[in-house]
């Protein structure tokens, strides 16, 4: 289907998992807020590399979930009990929608929350598009508004702020995670949408070379707009060499990992000095294993962490702070835009990364 007729009253058009490779294009029933509860009319959504892992069936999710998690939108309707908000305000949230009471929340890990329920098999923070209906759709309810709910500056555009809902907080929080000091030297193992703004988020923790490898020049390119100082295209030079030669045999400070291929994971390990770290956050279909020869047989002092986008309101007002000031710019990274009637040509386009797609917009 790639034109729908407007929904009939009540109902909304809506990008629908059905089954493993079936996204469906549908009428969904708008939802109704109840108390504390906040219904959003979207305005700007994108297509997110983890929407793809669900359709590929390596994250699994219900059957008939509305997919999406990037978005901005204006506030169709607002439950009983909600303060500071009003109809039509524009706003957003993370990808992560933290409850901001349970225990990892508590703990300043918002982005495992389980919610105030205490649930410990609770799958995570991220709730959109993946436990609840997400933004891929005309209206969706936003979790635990009173902790996530956003309000978007009159003078920034929905491009400007859109990609931090998610790449954007998760990138940087890859660079800052790696505890990324003054001067360092980064090496970030594939540009894509996650990737690009993790060499933006080393740019902001101060890092002195950054070096984006990919295959594509087209996303080499734009690594460079974001702010690498250096690419290598793996398919024409020895990364792990190069990388030697460029740092004197000492190897890199920082590697970060966004693609989640065993691959990449080892060239990581490959290029990092002693003590160095590996900030892992690219999604994995599979295993990933910890080649010995590069582990330095457990004596290297390496360090690996893992980076899930974090979220709650406070999060999202940081980087728009940094929009705000000019010290952010994600826009260079949108390449498509279609409108909702035709989302899945969008989510095809995406899938086989046709024509130097980076990020897709779909516009209501």
């Known amino acids: 289907?790639?034109?729908?007729?407007?929904?009939?009253?009540?109902?909304?058009?809506?990008?629908?998992?059905?089954?493993?490779?079936?996204?469906?294009?549908?009428?969904?029933?708008?939802?109704?807020?109840?108390?504390?509860?906040?219904?959003?009319?979207?305005?700007?959504?994108?297509?997110?590399?983890?929407?793809?892992?669900?359709?590929?069936?390596?994250?699994?999710?219900?059957?008939?979930?509305?997919?999406?998690?990037?978005?901005?939108?204006?506030?169709?309707?607002?439950g009983e009990g909600i303060q500071g908000f009003s109809v039509g305000d524009r706003v957003m949230c993370g990808s992560c929608t933290p409850c901001g009471i349970c225990y990892y929340c508590q703990k300043g890990l918002p982005s495992q929350c389980i919610g105030p329920e205490g649930d410990h098999r609770h799958p995570g923070g991220w709730r959109l598009g993946n436990t609840v209906d997400g933004t891929h759709a005309e209206y969706f309810k936003m979790p635990f508004p009173q902790y996530n709910l956003t309000k978007v500056p009159d003078e920034l555009t929905d491009d400007e702020v859109l990609l931090v809902s998610d790449i954007g907080s998760t990138g940087i929080a890859a660079a800052e995670k790696a505890g990324i000091q003054v001067g360092d030297v980064v090496v970030v193992?594939?540009?894509?949408?996650?990737?690009?703004?993790?060499?933006?988020?080393?740019?902001?923790?101060?890092?002195?070379?950054?070096?984006?490898?990919?295959?594509?020049?087209?996303?080499?390119?734009?690594?460079?707009?974001?702010?690498?100082?250096?690419?290598?295209?793996?398919?024409?030079?020895?990364?792990?060499?190069?990388?030697?030669?460029?740092t004197e045999g000492q190897g890199a400070d920082v590697a970060i990992e966004a693609l989640g291929s065993q691959s990449t994971f080892a060239n990581c390990m490959k290029v990092i000095r002693r003590g160095g770290t590996v900030s892992s956050v690219g999604i994995y279909s599979g295993h990933v294993t910890i080649p010995e020869e590069t582990f330095a047989g457990g004596m290297g002092d390496h360090r690996i962490v893992t980076t899930l986008c974090p979220g709650g309101r406070e999060r999202m007002l940081q980087l728009i702070r940094?929009?705000?000031?000019?010290?952010?710019?994600?826009?260079?990274?949108?390449?498509?835009?279609?409108?909702?009637?035709?989302?899945?040509?969008?989510?095809?386009?995406?899938?086989?990364?046709r024509d130097g797609v980076i990020k897709v917009v779909i516009h209501f």
């Not at 407007?6 to 990008?15: D, N, Q, R, T, Y």
């Not at 079936?22 to 969904?28: D, G, R």
């Open 322 to 353: 940094l929009v705000r000031s000019k010290r952010l710019d994600l826009t260079s990274m949108i390449t498509h835009r279609f409108p909702i009637d035709r989302a899945l040509e969008a989510y095809e386009l995406f899938e086989q990364q």
């Open 189 to 246: 193992m594939a540009c894509g949408p996650v990737g690009l703004c993790a060499i933006a988020g080393a740019r902001l923790m101060g890092a002195s070379t950054i070096i984006g490898v990919d295959g594509n020049p087209a996303r080499l390119e734009i690594a460079r707009k974001m702010g690498a100082d250096l690419t290598l295209d793996y398919r024409s030079v020895d990364v792990a060499e190069e990388i030697r030669r460029l």
């Open 1 to 78: 289907m790639t034109r729908m007729e407007p929904a009939p009253e009540g109902f909304m058009k809506a990008v629908v998992y059905r089954g493993t490779g079936k996204p469906a294009l549908e009428y969904k029933p708008i939802p109704r807020a109840g108390a504390g509860e906040v219904v959003i009319k979207t305005t700007s959504t994108t297509i997110c590399g983890t929407d793809i892992h669900i359709l590929h069936g390596e994250h699994p999710v219900e059957e008939g979930r509305v997919l999406g998690h990037e978005h901005v939108g204006i506030i169709h309707e607002i």
